[in-house]
Structure formats: C-alpha cells, structure tokens
T-cell receptor
Framework: SAVISQKPSRDICQRGTSLTIQCQVD?????MFWYRQQPGQSLTLIAT?????????ESGFVIDKFPISRPNLTFSTLTVSNMSPEDSSIYLC??????????FGPGTRLLVL | AQSVTQPDIHITVSEGASLELRCNYS??????LFWYVQSPGQGLQLLLK??????LVQGIKGFEAEFKRSQSSFNLRKPSVHWSDAAEYFC????????????FGKGTKLSVKP
C-alpha cells in the first residue's frame, strides 16, 4: 500500500469562499482520484487527476467548481470554489497502486456555514 | 447501469458472534470487487479484493468474502466479531482501480454489543 496524507484534516468555512485540499503520497503514482462523501452517503468520484494532463471530471462535477492540480507524481490539490452549505462533505483522495486497487487518504472534513 | 446494493443500512451483532454483510452488484463486464471499512473520523481502509481465481478471498482483520457470480454477490463475513470492528463497511465494484470509476454501495453501519 502507500502512505497518503491530506491537509487540512478538517475545516469550517464561510459560504462564498474557497478551500484548497492537498493530497500527498509517499510514492510516485500515475493516477490520483478525488471523491466526495456527503453526510450519511457513500462515495462519489469527482475527477481523475493524471500528471501532465487536465483532470477528467465525472458527470455533475465541473472544473470551475472543483479545479484540480497535479504538478507531479506524488501530489495533487482539489479546490472547492465559491462554497455553499451543500458542499459540506468529506473529500477523499485515492491513488491506484498495482494498476488495480485504490488506496484512500484519511479525508478532509469540510463544514460550510 | 452499474450499481452496488448493500441492503442492510445498519446491523448490530454481539461481540463474539458471526457476521455477514451483504453486497449485490450489477456490472456489465467481469467485475473487480472490493470491501472497504471506514472507522469513525477515518478514511477508507481496504479489507480485501477479488479480481479472479479462488472465489473465497481472505482479507485483513480476519475478514473473508465470497464471490458468487450466479447471484451477483460478494458478501463479507467474519466468524467472530470484536468490538473494534464497529465501523461502516462499503462494497465497491469497478473495472480495475486504474480506471477510476469505482462504484460504491451506500454502506452498512456495524454496531457491536458487548
């Protein structure tokens, strides 16, 4: 497996502001993923982030709302822009190791007031 | 459409009792199947996975799961539950992790009675 860290671990934000979440992995990986887990719900894939190319977004998620950076093979950021209370969720990054299995970070717990 | 169903939202078992968490999937191709556990305030930890071969797979923490193609199921089992197993369990299906499109079930919350 890999050691995956996320910053911040939690935050409380005001509506209309933006928050950037960082994901760091201790080994080089080709593919990193960002998921959202709304309160009491399961995980939904937001986008796939490949180094050196634009992120690929899932239906219902757009780059203007969730811009993603992937500057190298061990790091990615997800920004939640112009936040509203509906953005209150846990945001998790994951990486694909051995080409088949995803391992998850500890998550960022976001509350928007 | 691809989907994962975990029919039990919440299960309570006594410590030391056996456990079975159900998972049914709908997937057009040969699925890759996973079980993850999420303890309170934590991220997701991989318990086990099935890609091919032996349909009974062993995982960490004494868990096992059995793939039954005829029933489109991948149920998770543990012969004797410990209090530390209290958590939320998610079943997921995909074409392979590198494809990114893991489909998760809604999860089953496990409570353990002393």
């Amino acid at each position: 497996s890999a050691v995956i860290s996320q910053k911040p671990s939690r935050d409380i934000c005001q509506r209309g502001t933006s928050l950037t979440i960082q994901c760091q992995v201790d080994s080089q990986v080709t593919m990193m993923f960002w998921y959202r887990q709304q309160p009491g719900q399961s995980l939904t894939l937001i986008a796939t982030a490949n180094q050196g190319s634009e992120a690929t977004y899932e239906s219902g998620f757009v780059i203007d709302k969730f811009p993603i950076s992937r500057p190298n093979l061990t790091f990615s950021t997800l920004t939640v822009s112009n936040m509203s209370p509906e953005d209150s969720s846990i945001y998790l990054c994951s990486v694909a190791l051995d080409g088949e299995t995803q391992y998850f970070g500890p998550g960022t717990r976001l509350l928007v007031l | 459409a691809q989907s994962v169903t975990q029919p039990d939202i919440h299960i309570t078992v006594s410590e030391g009792a056996s456990l079975e968490l159900r998972c049914n999937y709908s997937y057009g191709a040969t699925p890759y199947l996973f079980w993850y556990v999420q303890s309170p305030g934590q991220g997701l930890q991989l318990l086990l996975k099935y890609f091919s071969g032996d349909t009974l797979v062993q995982g960490i923490k004494g868990f096992e799961a059995e793939f039954k193609r005829s029933q489109s199921s991948f149920n998770l089992r543990k012969p004797s539950v410990h209090w530390s197993d209290a958590a939320e369990y998610f079943c997921a299906v995909g074409a392979g992790g590198s494809q990114g499109n893991l489909i998760f079930g809604k999860g089953t919350k496990l409570s353990v009675k002393p």
